[in-house]
């Protein structure tokens, strides 16, 4: 579950990228296939959106997840893709304070230990 920080950091950059691309929340809602009140809930820190809806929205303003749910001020273009520091921002923990080797090697585990549930489900179900 995301943080109450971290919900209030995504309403703030949902609301900033609806008025900057002079659209309506019920617009976005329609675009992402949610109701008004979701997207109301959501740019008011109420509630956190799925990945798939913080994809769909990163996708339609065609930005990174990270500028979705990071301060703007902690949106780096690194070569990192968006995927560890949307992970962490979700679950509410934040790695930004931690030195860049230390984020990488905590970034590479999570990644790797990810990357090991998939084969092994895989394996399970065959679906390789």
């Not at 992402?32 to 109301?40: F, L, N, P, R, Y």
């Amino acid at each position: 579950m995301a943080s109450s920080e971290g919900k209030a950091t995504m309403g703030r950059n949902i609301k900033r990228y609806i008025k900057q691309n002079e659209i309506t929340a019920a617009h976005l809602a329609e675009i992402i296939g949610v109701s008004t009140a979701t997207i109301s809930d959501w740019s008011n820190g109420k509630t956190y959106p799925r990945i798939d809806k913080i994809e769909a929205m990163a996708e339609y303003f065609k930005i990174a997840k990270s500028d979705l749910v990071e301060e703007p001020s902690q949106v780096s273009k690194t070569m990192m893709t968006d995927e560890p520091v949307l992970m962490a921002a979700h679950w509410g923990i934040d790695i930004s304070g931690l030195p860049d080797e230390e984020r990488a090697r905590v970034i590479d585990r999570a990644k790797s230990y990810i990357e090991g549930l998939i084969a092994n489900y895989e394996d399970r179900n065959g679906n390789r």
